[in-house]
């Protein structure tokens, strides 16, 4: 019996879906407008695909989401929860509130319970002071009934997460299952303020998670689809429901990925750029060993400065809907802003009155869309004007990328990518493979699972080999709890950083670990 994949990715401007067979071979692939709700544009898009593939249902065993749900969320301020944020760092840490350089429109939401108790660890693992159990129970008992997931940070959790396992102790027995806890020390890396504030986001989208991983689920029963889902991470693997319902800021920034990922399978190479042409923007990542390069730098979100990782995209105002304006004096320029899913109402070939960058590649011949005889008034030197700048800004952000002067391969994918020629300053080749249109979706069905995890080890403990080993079977515990097959685990990522300034012969090990989906 042939077992079939749903992929679906959800961008500013279009959603796409894809179905493939056992042998990742492409079934069916549509793109549909996304909407203002995301939701609909998603049922729209299986309904689609699921007619357009003609399987029998039953056969169609897994389902892959890559949503903006969660980012939407934080960037709009809506559908939040209702959060109690908890610093296990008194008296070391009172110079420095939680919250602080977060915008006020978000603090007057997430920052109504906020509480620091005493405890923490110092650098190298030592108790800063005992931590204050009675204060946790007092909290504990004052929250019931007023929020709906907690945040919970202590000073150097990565290096012992003793304060914080506890304190989630204390919350579980007052407040049941219900409430959702997130612990730093299992989203960020050691900077406290940055580490504290990916997990108070990461707690405030639980609940839009929850839904939308509901959500996703009932759209594909309505059609009958009886499949096990799972979430695109921004490392470009997956994972499962319950895993992303935990921590849904991993699903922060995935799109993006899906198309490395996507890019990579579909011209089969593991070492290139990868310029993915939206409808608004333009994202370009790097593909190491097959996977996204990860960002080294504080990450901001909505305007909050956190430390969790991400992969290291740069983006650029330019996509298939973007606005083409000419000056008084014939000069053009571009955008930023876009016409976005607007693009078949309000684009000169579709008949409309704004003239943007899909006009210009129709009436220079490169792309066949909509009606060209519209463009026939177009002057010529705008149409190469606007070209011109379309290449030079996307050559630009392919050199801030590149970490040698060496031309590497370049991977076109996305509906946009149309605007793009066959040759670039900077790339050696410029591929641009069959589905490029919805190497996303693709990205997302094909993906594998992982787990990572990132530490600080006292290596005088076990010693160096032995510290690796334990690492490495975290690593592969937590694909494996994402939902990766056990038998068929392996180390994909592995960095080893001494810590001079710590004692102990310290060391920040991090490590991940990738397989396929368990049956």
Known sequence: MVNYRIGIDVGGTHTDAVILDERYQVVSETKEPTTEDVSTGIYNAIKKIIAMANVPKEQIKYAMLGTTHCTNAIVERKRLN?????????????????????????RAILGKYVYIVRGGNEYDGREITELDRGHLLEIA?????NVDSIAITSVFSPVSTDHEHEAQQIFREVLGDEVAI??????????????????????????????????????????????????GQNDGTLMSVEYTVKYPILTIACGPTNSIRGASYLTNQSEALVIDVGGTTTDIGVLVNSFPRQSSLAVDIGGVRTNFRMPDITSVGIGGGTIVRVQEDGNV?????????????????????TLTTTDIVVAKGMADIGDSSKLKDLDENIIEKAFNQIVEKVEEAIDRMKTSADPIPVILVGGGSVLLPEQLKGASTVHRPNHYGVANAIGSAISQVSGQIERVFALDELGREQTLELAKNLAIKEAVSAGADSNDVEIVDLEDVPLAYLPGNATRIRVKAAGVLAE
């Open 82 to 106: 209702k959060v109690a944020v908890i610093r296990i760092g008194a008296p070391a840490t009172l110079g420095i509130k939680p919250l602080v350089g977060v915008p006020e429109d978000l």
């Open 141 to 145: 008992n004052e929250l019931k009934g």
């Open 182 to 231: 997130s612990l730093s020390s299992e989203i960020g890396n050691v900077g406290l303020l940055e580490r504290e504030n990916a997990t108070i986001l990461n707690a405030a989208v639980v609940n839009v998670a929850r839904s939308t991983a509901n959500g996703f689920v009932n759209a594909l029963k309505e059609e009958g689809v009886h499949a096990k889902v799972f979430f």
């Open 333 to 353: 320029s571009l955008g930023p802003d876009s016409v976005g899913y607007r693009l078949q109402q309000e684009a000169y070939v579709f008949g409309g009155d």
